[in-house]
């Protein structure tokens, strides 16, 4: 019925909570299929044994390519009707795969959502994510929402994402997922969702999606967006999800980091904020009023910090 993709990279501290999460699930037929990132560390040896203690288990190790290689890898390698993610550091309440399950095979959909919870380093809740019941297709393509950009809160039918060629970006650390969502919630005939935290998301502070190192590749993902809409013949349709996108994710995302990152890393902010400012240029013909405006008023915001707190003048 469904096949949960793991990838694993140096996560011995975690592994055994989150395999154990899925091997408990309620939902019987399941596969579990973990993608050895090229670990350094026990990580390798745990998830041996893991498989070899339990027949649901997969295991396949790789050289380390990143994380859109090991999930394409598992979907390659998933057999069932329906295939979920879960990343290596999280783990699931132990309905989630048949509650989700049940809910697309009685409202024949591709696609369902759930909410989440966001747990830090020392086990405390921070926030719940919830997730709109009984929207529209277009409604549920909402890149502004914490629920859409995850392929972890989410189940997929294997062959709607198989007879499009759905799958992850490669050599992109930020917005692959977010990328892989805009096209199967575009081919998907039926989105459903299920206003429940099933799954548990570990602010892990030094996984990738929070390394200010990577936030560059957000562009490429928005040049993406813009060929994967003009080759579909649906950019004017979709110009204002790009610019949403934009907007959330090329602007306020990579200023948000820039804002935290610590005094030890001047010489990166420098490198990185002018990155930024030359991919911004490159979408001009998507700005709006509400864009420049708030892209101003986010660089002179930074200006004002950095001239604050480490005494020294940007120029541009």
Excluded at 77 to 106: C, H, N, R
Excluded at 242 to 265: A, R, T
């Amino acid at each position: 019925m469904v096949s949960i993709i793991i990838p694993a990279f140096n996560v011995e501290k975690y592994i055994i909570k989150c395999v154990e999460s899925a091997l408990n699930q309620t939902l019987e037929d399941i596969e579990i299929i973990i993608i050895d990132d090229g670990s350094t560390d026990g990580t390798s040896k745990i998830c041996m044994e893991l498989e070899r203690k339990n027949k649901k288990i997969k295991y396949k190790r790789i050289e380390n390519s990143g994380c859109s290689v090991a999930r394409n890898l598992g979907l390659s390698l998933s057999t069932k009707e329906f295939v979920a993610f879960l990343d290596s550091d999280d783990w699931v309440e132990k309905t989630m795969y048949e509650d989700l399950y049940k809910k697309a095979k009685s409202n024949n959909s591709d696609i369902v959502i759930c909410g989440f919870r966001k747990i830090n380093e020392k086990g405390n809740l921070l926030s719940t994510v919830k997730v709109s019941e009984n929207l529209t297709k277009d409604e549920y393509i909402d890149c502004k929402t914490e629920w859409f950009s995850s392929p972890c809160n989410k189940i997929y039918r294997k062959e709607m994402l198989k007879k499009y060629s759905v799958d992850f970006l490669l050599n992109v650390y930020t917005g692959e997922d977010m990328f892989f969502n805009f096209k199967a919630f575009f081919y998907a005939d039926k989105i459903s969702a299920i206003d429940f935290p099933y799954y548990n998301y570990y602010m892990n502070q030094y996984s990738v999606s929070n390394n200010y190192k990577n936030r560059t590749d957000i562009y490429i993902v928005l040049q993406k967006l813009i060929e994967f809409y003009e080759m579909n013949r649906v950019y004017e349709e979709n110009i204002k999800k790009i610019q949403e996108c934009l907007l959330y994710h090329g602007i306020m995302y990579p200023f948000d980091v820039l804002q935290k990152m610590k005094e030890n890393k001047i010489d990166e902010w420098e490198k990185i904020y002018e990155e930024i400012r030359k991919n911004i240029k490159k979408f001009k013909e998507l700005e709006t009023l509400e864009i420049k405006k708030y892209y101003f008023y986010r660089r002179f915001r930074l200006k004002m910090m950095f001239l604050k707190k480490y005494k020294i003048k940007l120029l541009k």
